[in-house]
């Protein structure tokens, strides 16, 4: 146990505060409506949680997300849940923090496709958003701005944090909250090296890594043509590097890795085995660490579906 | 007031049992996760709340819903809001009642676009709903079926109805719930005419109505490919009759009519007046009568957003 606990931290309890944007109960509400409302995409049929689905594990359940008519994304949706431990946004860190996170697929075409200046027309256009916007950041004089949108829906976004999986309880002392196979699957899991990568409040998604590093995996899971992090660095290092993701809550979120071509997780983790460590992990083996892996579910978080604001007569209408 | 409450019913606080198709709060939850589970669909993108979204007065933001592979409906989605108490259910009452109706958009192929008999499949192949299913169905072999999901669902829907609207309160009583310009708005709303149709708990939805009775509106609110009832009964009598759609919460579920062709209330109230009516209603007269249909606006149901049970290795993937 106090090994693992030098290498994991379990999820708090509470939300962290997000610096230079401070939490108040109007500004969570705010980024609630924002994440559910389809009206922040092109076609008025796509919302955040179109793909970062809170029934779903906080992903959605395709091998990569269909946006704007009926386009497929780059690279499979991660999860929104304790996103904000994160060290980074996106399968390449493009973005610094849930905040800068929130505005791209927004905007990017093959998502919810808005013109960038057209996400705070679209809110201004709805009169409800006026007096819930004012509300959430009192004392400015236009308060509905991209800007604003993406930290509302980043205080939002950072209360979805799935504390007390039985990893967290056992990490906090409770040695009867794994079962035998769990416990041994964890051993396997930081003897074999996967915690060198997978290791945290979030096993995982603090650093960076090659997918390949010991032997390139199939192109199903690696397209040549995705070269990850290089296309945000352009540091030839960086070919094929991608952020390693979270594994918490992973039993919940198939399919898996950045393309989401494979829909077992059994067979991802063999997969990690050969590509990221040079090992072929036996079939025990791969047994005991998704056991581990499934003590990473934590409670989900209970939310209430919000009331949006009503479109008017002025409102801006759907684009086709 | 008492003319209102001859012609009128306020919302009950409480959900209406099903005939046949008893409510326990097992099959409630069930029918919440259906109603929100994507994987019910094809592509597992589309659930029923993605055209009767509960954020937006229980129908989408849409003239006609996206469907499957970014096909558009043929009618604006009705709102899924006290549906319960219609007479019928869809534009030209092709379902009798809630459980016909949640087995029609599963597998339209221009809507959620599932294979009939793969819906259960689908559902087998996901292990928590194998639990949720004999928990919802006790002492039934095969509890996986689609005549469970659609009874599911309905026992769901029939829990979203909306109380407590000041039209509600004015009619148990309270002459101070509607405004003057309220009371003159529903004065009007019963001389001219519009009770004659939209009359009942739900201001509509218990009959049958031909649209352009008096004078035949624009080819955009009624287009002559679109012949409405005529098409489930074959009764030349009933060629572009439809359902009178309710009034509840009118004010949240732009756009109107049949086509989804008027973002605008006021212009829906006008078009009704020319083409139903035969009158013209002035503007003052349009003001109160949409000030009345603003008082039609009940208490949203709150729902907390179900944790849907995960994919695994073997769950039948989504359909391109």
Request: aromatic share 8%; glycine share 10%.
């Amino acid at each position: 146990m106090s090994r693992a606990q030098q290498q994991f931290k379990p999820i708090p309890q509470t939300p962290p505060a997000l610096p230079g944007n401070p939490a108040t109960p109007e500004k969570v509400e705010l980024g609630k409506q924002l994440y559910f409302d389809p009206r922040l995409s092109a076609s008025h049929a796509i919302s955040c949680n179109s793909c970062h689905n809170l029934g779903l594990g906080g992903a959605d359940a395709e091998p990569t997300s269909l946006g704007h008519r009926w386009q497929h994304g780059g690279r499979n949706a991660p999860t929104v849940f304790n996103a904000v431990f994160n060290t980074a946004q996106f399968w390449d860190g493009r973005a610094k923090d849930l905040e800068q996170q929130a505005g791209g697929p927004m905007v990017n075409p093959v998502e919810m496709a808005s013109p960038t200046e057209h996400v705070a027309e679209q809110l201004k256009g709805i009169p409800g958003y006026g007096v819930a916007f004012a509300k959430a950041f009192p004392g400015e004089a236009d308060p509905i701005s991209l800007a604003n949108v993406d930290k509302a829906i980043a205080v939002f976004e950072a209360t979805l944090i799935t504390p007390n999986a039985p990893f967290d309880r056992f990490l906090k002392g409770d040695a009867g909250a794994l079962s035998p196979p769990q416990k041994e699957g964890l051993a396997l899991f930081m003897d074999k090296g996967c915690a060198a990568c997978h290791n945290g409040i979030n096993v995982g998604g603090g650093m960076y890594a090659p997918f390949g590093v010991v032997e390139r995996p199939g192109a199903e899971f690696l397209p040549p043509d995705d070269k990850g992090r290089f296309m945000v660095t352009k540091t030839p290092s960086d070919e094929y590097v991608f952020k390693v993701p979270t594994l918490r809550n992973i039993a919940l979120t198939a399919p898996y890795f950045h393309t989401g071509a494979s829909w077992d997780l059994r067979q991802a983790v063999a997969v990690m085995g050969s590509s990221q460590l040079g090992i072929r992990l036996q079939d025990p083996e791969v047994t005991r660490i998704t056991a581990f892996l499934d003590s990473l579910t934590g409670d989900m978080p209970k939310v209430t579906y919000p009331d949006l604001p009503p479109s008017v007569a002025t409102t801006p209408r759907p684009q086709p």
